[in-house]
């Protein structure tokens, strides 16, 4: 797939004429005659011709909004839809748009080696390198035809129409600026996602400080890392009828290099405004096709755009402890208002359907998760969720996991989180995991802050809840009620030791298996974290943490053998007082070390390991292993979780924001819940 060429900055004075508004008095006037020619001269145009160029170049939608909506609505249904120019469609029965004076002091340039109009016909042709330009928008074409009666214009040849940084080309435009109709035939576009908005991602309650560890097993601390950020496209026949876009076989990629590696294609897809933030993509047949062999067909055919992150149509999952093993999910949207949206993802629970008696035949094998969002003009947001590992409704206290939020920036920065869980399943180290009955509170966070030139960062929590969990405190151990009030603070600050050179960001070296080229580099980091913790029986439990490690990348992921390695080591020492009487967020271990590398084995594959250990017990208490085939625009990758039972198959494409739904498992880390 070929992006657009940069278009020439410069052209020849000797081979085009200018017409301009001109100083001069001079102007063409009706005459009898059949036409009326203008060739190389410094003439003004007449002003039904400028001001229905001016009207015409006006209306034309952006190619940069053209290009957005094709693709982040097609690609990346994410928060914030960027719409076209909002032209109210006409009636049928409205008559042309009305002939006006062009505003004092705007220049329209009309420059190509021919130009003619016809008085009586009311037809403006340029033909021959034609270049118009007026405000921020510039047509190129070999030939362009304006009927200023009928408000079309038809340029054909080598179409190529700017407005600021953004191009799209074609082969014949046809638009009539009047009803707001037309099309673009052999249609291509590119945009750069530099400036896109990015989805806003459900924020930690309790995470306080940046990840410093940037490679590991689980992926990236920065999933900003390593993007293409820049998408291309080609339609058959692009038509433009309002604010409804559709394309005629669409091929979109993220790959700058021809031919791509990956590709999303569809036969056809419309694109329908239902709301001031909310459009409708309808598609048909499509499909991701990789390395121009191999496809996958995409489960769904109508995607809601808005303000709201989107889980990934489909997704292949293992749950050992809640579905028995193999899942397969996949998400529908239900309702989608401005400013709320409701998403039904039913599940096939594989593994316990083969193992169970009743084959197919049950409710237990089927489960559901259902997602309910918000995102208000105040910038609060409201987030819930319920999940059933099964249908059997007998079983209903042990089937369903919900959790609700609701967030409120307060005091300028801060922000307030109002939340309740039912059954939240904790995974606290050592003490495995542990099921929280009932906990309702909120929490108020601060800004992350950095402390003067000194690079330290610096954030704080407090939070105020009630907890139903099985306390140990009281023999025997039973299910008990308290209120816990917590405080948490931070300091974090990485070190920067070594940096390596990237390999050229050509297809063969730096962007062979990645999306950007990787500079070696090895870094450290230190963190000191105090939390501390009441309860109304009187209990406290107050510890400190403090963490140092060394995390770094060698090679350049260029070559195919061992030619990329990442690690991670962390060791963290805690030093505490006092007991919580919960079991699901006391401190279990006091000594802990992290340690992760992933490792290119041969070409585009790399293996990932990392592991988790007390040092006061010895015991390995979480790992994960990854198995992944890296590409430039795609990666494949699988990863299992055996201590937790939890794992997953997976399609990442670079740049795109279809995203994953949470496993149901809350972590602990240093002795504070990490819930999504």
């Known amino acids: 797939m070929d992006f657009l060429p940069p278009p020439s900055s410069q052209l020849s004075p000797s081979n085009y004429a200018e017409v301009r508004q001109a100083r001069s008095n001079q102007t063409l006037t009706s005459q009898p005659t059949l036409n009326s020619r203008v060739s190389r001269l410094s003439v003004e145009l007449p002003i039904e011709v400028k001001a229905q160029l001016q009207l015409f170049l006006e209306a034309l939608p952006d190619p940069d909004k053209i290009a957005r909506q094709l693709i982040e609505s097609k690609l990346i249904a994410q928060a914030g839809p960027i719409k076209p120019n909002s032209l109210p469609k006409p009636k049928p029965r409205d008559k042309p748009r009305p002939i006006l004076p062009p505003p004092t002091g705007e220049v329209l340039n009309v420059v190509s080696d021919r130009q003619e109009y016809d008085i009586n016909t009311q037809v403006f042709v340029a033909e021959g390198n034609v270049f118009i330009k007026y405000r921020k928008s510039e047509l190129k074409a070999d030939r362009v035809q304006l009927n200023t009666k009928t408000q079309e214009v038809i340029a054909e040849g080598n179409v190529f129409f700017t407005r600021g940084d953004q191009k799209i080309r074609g082969s014949k435009l046809t638009y009539n600026y009047s009803n707001v109709k037309g099309d673009l035939l052999n249609a291509s576009g590119a945009v750069d996602l530099g400036t896109l908005n990015s989805s806003e991602v459900s924020r930690s309650p309790t995470q306080t400080a940046p990840n410093s ?30 604010d409804t876009w559709t394309a005629e076989n669409l091929r979109v990629t993220n790959d700058p290099f021809t031919p791509p590696e990956l590709e999303l294609t569809t036969s056809k897809a419309t694109l329908t405004p239902i709301s001031p933030t909310q459009n409708r993509l309808d598609l048909e047949s499509p499909r991701i096709v990789f390395d121009q062999g191999f496809s996958l ?43 709320l949206s409701f998403q039904l993802s039913p599940q096939l629970l594989l593994q316990r359907a083969f193992s169970s008696q009743s084959g197919f035949s049950g409710f237990d094998i089927l489960g559901v998760v259902a997602t309910l969002n918000g995102a208000f003009d105040d910038g609060s947001s409201l987030s819930a969720r319920a999940s059933f590992s099964g249908l059997n409704f007998s079983k209903i206290d042990s089937l369903l996991r919900a959790n609700a939020s609701y967030q409120l920036p307060v005091f300028g920065n801060h922000t307030l989180l109002s939340q309740y869980a039912f059954r939240d399943r904790v995974y606290n180290g050592s003490l495995g995991f542990q099921d929280v009955n009932n906990i309702l509170g909120s929490t108020l966070f601060s800004p992350n802050y950095v402390l003067g030139d000194s690079q330290i960062s ?16 009281i023999q025997p151990s039973t299910v008990g009620t308290l209120v816990r009030l917590q405080s948490a603070a ?35 980091f230190l963190s000191a974290q105090g939390v501390n913790s009441f309860y109304s029986n009187g209990a406290n439990q107050a510890v400190l943490y403090g963490t140092v490690g060394l995390s770094g990348e060698v090679g350049n992921f260029v070559k195919d053998f061992l030619d990329y390695t990442g690690f991670t080591v962390s060791y963290t020492q805690a030093f505490s007082s006092g007991k919580s009487p919960f079991l699901f967020d006391r401190v279990a271990d006091n000594r802990s070390l992290t340690a992760g590398i992933v490792q290119q084995i041969y070409g585009p594959l790399r293996l990932g390991i990392q592991q988790s250990w007390s040092l006061d017990t010895g015991n390995l208490y979480d790992s994960v292993y990854s198995l992944e085939y890296a590409r430039r625009t795609y990666s494949v990758l699988v990863r299992y979780n055996p201590n937790q039972g939890l794992g997953e198959f997976l399609i990442r494409i670079s740049d795109f ?20």
Do not use: C, M
């Not at 067909?297 to 292949?316: E, G, K, T, Y």
């Not at 028995?324 to 239900?334: A, I, P, T, W």
């Open 657 to 676: 924001n279809w995203t994953r739904p949470p496993s149901n498992v809350t972590n602990v880390q240093n002795g504070i819940e990490q819930r999504n």
């Open 490 to 524: 931070v300091l974090s600050r990485s070190f920067p030791l070594l940096r390596g050179e990237p390999a050229p960001a050509t297809k063969e070296a730096g962007l062979r298996f990645s999306p950007t080229p990787i500079v070696p580099k090895l870094d450290a």
């Open 297 to 339: 067909p995409i489960p769904v055919n109508s995607i809601i755009l808005d303000r709201f992150q989107r889980f990934a149509p489909a997704l292949v999952g293992f749950d050992k402890r809640d579905r028995d093993g193999v899942f397969y999910q996949q998400s529908f949207d239900v309702v989608t208002q401005p400013n």
């Open 458 to 473: 610096f954030g704080y929590q407090v939070s105020a809840q009630l907890v139903g969990a099985v306390r140990d405190d």
């Open 213 to 242: 560890i940037t490679i590991s097993a689980i992926g990236s601390g920065n999933s900003s890392d390593g993007q293409v950020r820049r998408l291309g496209f080609i339609a058959d026949r692009l038509i433009l009828d309002g």
